[in-house]
C-alpha cells in the first residue's frame, strides 16, 4: 500500500494532489474496491427512489429550459445538457429520498462524489486524452473522493458543528477529488480546482431545516455543478490558491467555531480506508431517526404492543438530532411535503407504527393525509438530553394501561450499523425495493442487468453506456 503523509507544514490539498497524481486501480485494496460497488448500487438505489419526489422535475424541467451545449444526459429524465447542468439535476435525485450510506462522522458521502462522477462523464472530451471512461477507472476516482471527503469530514467533526448551527461545507472537497481524478487533471490543476471551490464554499448553516425547505436536498446540486465547473477551469488554466485552503487561519477548518482535527486529514492515508466505514439506511429518512424508529419496532415486537396500546412516547435525544428535528410542534405534527416528513419525527413513528414498515410512498400526499397516522402523531414528544452519545436516544413509552416501558436505542445495534452491516444481498434487496419508485419505469430484465453490471463495474469497458444510459429514456 503508499501512505502520503504530510511534508512539512503543506496544506492537506496538496498531500491529496500528490495521491491522485500517484495512485492506480491496483493500489485500491479489493475489499475497498467490492464495497464501493454496494456503495454505488445503493446510491444510485437511492436516485431511482428519489427522481420524483417533491422538487425534483422542477429542477430538471428548469436547466433543460436552459439549454446549452449537449454534453451530458439526464438520467431518469433524459435529454442533453451542459455536464455542469446535469450535475444540477442529478444531485439532488441522490439526495431526495434520503436513503443512501451515512459516514457517522463525516456525514453524506457518495449523494456528492457519485452525482458529480456521473455528471463528469460528459466531460472526457474536454481532458487530456478523451477516452471512454471503464468501471475500473469510475472506481478508482470514486474510491479517492470518497477518501478524501472523508478524511476532511473527521477533522471538520460535522458532529460538533451541527452544534454550532453550521453543518457541512466539506463535501465539495470529496467530490472534486472524484472528478479531477475521473478527468485526469495534473498536480497543479488539482490544486487549482480545490482552490476555487475553498473560494465558493462554507460551512453551510442549519436554516434549511428550521424549517424544513427544499434546500435540504437541492443543495446537493450546487454541489455538484460547482464541482463541474471548478474542474472545468482549472483544465481550462484558471488558478485558485494553492495555500490555507484546508489549513490555516484562511483554510477551511479556519472557519469553525469548534475544535477541530487537523491530523485526521493525513491519518492513514492511503492504508486505512475509512470509506468503508459507512452505515447503511434500512428506511429513507434523517440519520436522527432511525434510532427512534427501529426503538419502536423493537418495544412493540418485544412487548406484542399494538398502536392502539400506546397511550404516548418520549423520545430523549442528543444535541445533534435535535438540531435536525425539532421545531416548532405546529411545523411538525403538520408536514405539508415529502421532505417536512421525512424530518418530522411525530411523522416518522406514527407511520412507522401505523404500517410496520417505511419506503418513498410513505411520504405522499395520500399517506401524509391519513386520519390514523395523523391522529397518532400527537402522541410523540422529541426532547433534548444532553450526555446520549450522538444518533442513539433514550425512549420512554406509556402503554393505554398505565405501564411505563423504557429502553435505550443504541445505533451501534441497528441492521446495517458498523457492527451489523449490510450484505451484498441486503444491498440488492434495497435497490429492487427503491426501483420501482423511479419515474422513468425500468423493467425487471433491465434492474436484474443493471444489478449485475454495477456488482462487476470493474468488467465494464464504458460506463455511461452500460450502466447510465440503461436509465436514461430517449428524449429530446
Known sequence: MKEFKRIGNEDAVHTYA?????????????????????IILDTIGAMLGGSRMDGIKTVVDMVKEK?????????????????????????????????????LEAMHTSEHTLPALIAALGLKEKAEESLDVNGKDFLLAFALGQEILIKIGNAWKPTYAVGHGRSNGHYIFGSTASVAKLLGLNYEQCLNAWGIV??????HDM?????????????HGYVTQDTINACEMALRGITGPH????????????????????????????????????ESKSFPGCKSTTTAVFGIWELMEKYNLKKDDIANIKFYMPEVSMEMLAGPQEEKLNPADEYECQFSLPYMIATAVEDGKIVP??????????????????????IRRDGIKPWACDIELTTTDGRVITMFSDPDHIRGSLYNQFTEEDYIEKFKILAPYSVYKLSDETIDKLINTILHLEDVEDVLEEVIMPLTPDVE
Open 207 to 219: 436554516a434549511a431545516f428550521h424549517p424544513i425547505c427544499h434546500m435540504v436536498k437541492i443543495h
Open 361 to 382: 410512498s410513505s411520504y405522499w400526499s395520500d399517506a401524509r393525509a391519513r386520519e390514523s397516522v395523523r391522529s397518532f402523531m400527537p402522541k410523540v414528544e422529541l
Open 18 to 38: 500528490r495521491m491522485l497524481q500517484e495512485m492506480t486501480y491496483e493500489d485500491i485494496p479489493p475489499e475497498v474496491i467490492q464495497y464501493d460497488k454496494w
Open 67 to 103: 439549454g446549452g451545449k449537449p454534453e451530458m444526459v439526464i438520467p431518469l429524465y433524459g435529454g442533453k445538457v451542459p455536464a455542469s447542468e446535469a450535475g444540477m439535476a442529478i444531485g439532488p435525485m441522490a439526495r431526495a429520498a434520503d436513503w443512501s450510506a451515512i459516514h
Open 198 to 203: 475553498r473560494s465558493m464554499t462554507q460551512p
Open 243 to 278: 495555500n490555507e485552503v484546508i489549513t490555516g487561519q484562511r483554510g477551511f477548518l479556519g472557519m469553525a467555531g469548534w475544535t477541530t482535527y487537523p491530523e485526521e486529514l493525513w491519518n492513514g492515508l492511503g492504508t486505512k480506508w475509512d470509506q468503508t466505514q459507512l
